[in-house]
């Protein structure tokens, strides 16, 4: 099974600042990566796939990148709706995994 | 627009069965694959396997022994049971859908809180 790590677990940033977040598998995923949103007491919603096309209806300052073992989600210029977890996910290899979540919340 | 929605007793006791399921709307559920997912309370998220419209299953190894997933596509509707349950096994239950059998999972139900106990 691929381990997917993220990092930092929590990063904490001002509104209209940029955020890293970052993913890493155990082995090659190749770009069969994708990364999502998750709210409180809400589903995660997909925005990114393919580790840099983002999904119907996201917004343009989310983007993507990496291929391999190591991918990275850029939020160039956070909005008050983007604090929330986030999760990296491979679906490269059965059974796919997810990474533990990175919260982004209000500096 | 799509939309899931999941369905099933919110409380299960040790040893029994949870079976839960996941009704789509606004779409029809072929040509597509279906997913269950679980979250533990606090914790991160977990396959537990999909399904092709036509039948086709894969499991995580993990739950494997204890998984079962069925498909009415009369209703629009696919399931899941796992056996046996223990308290490890309280969790969000999501449903999502994915286009191929390796893809990214683009509609998610609500998920539904199962909490296993006696």
């Known amino acids: 099974e691929i381990v997917m790590t993220q990092s930092p677990a929590t990063l904490s940033v001002s509104p209209g600042e940029r955020a890293t977040l970052s993913c890493r598998a155990s082995?090659?995923?190749?770009?069969?990566l994708a990364w999502y949103q998750q709210k409180p007491g809400r589903a995660p919603r997909l925005l990114i796939y393919?580790?840099?096309t983002r999904a119907t209806g996201i917004a343009p300052w989310f983007s993507g990148s990496g291929s391999g073992t190591d991918f990275n989600l850029t939020i160039t210029s956070l909005q008050s709706e983007d604090f929330a977890v986030y999760y990296c996910?491979?679906?490269?290899?059965?059974?796919?995994?997810f990474g533990p979540g990175t919260t982004v919340d209000i500096k | 627009q799509v939309q899931l929605q999941e369905s099933g007793p919110g409380l299960v006791r040790p040893s029994e069965t949870l079976s839960l399921t996941c009704t789509v709307s606004?779409?029809?559920?072929?040509?597509?694959?279906w997913s269950w997912i679980r979250q533990p309370p606090g914790k991160g998220l977990e396959s537990i396997g999909y399904?092709?419209?036509?039948?086709?299953?894969n499991y995580n190894p993990s739950l494997k022994s204890r998984v079962t997933m069925s498909v009415d596509t009369s209703k629009n509707q696919f399931s899941l049971q796992l056996s046996f349950v223990t308290a490890a096994d309280t969790a969000i239950y999501y449903c999502?859908?994915?286009?191929?059998?390796?893809?990214?999972?683009?509609?998610w139900g609500r998920g539904t809180l199962v909490t296993v106990s006696s």
């Open positions: 999502a859908r994915h286009r191929s059998a390796m893809a990214s999972l683009d509609y």
């Open positions: 606004g779409g029809s559920i072929s040509p597509y694959y």
């Open positions: 399904i092709f419209y036509s039948g086709g299953t």
């Open positions: 082995q090659s995923v190749s770009n069969n």
């Open positions: 393919g580790a840099s």
């Open positions: 996910q491979q679906y490269n290899n059965w059974p796919r995994t």
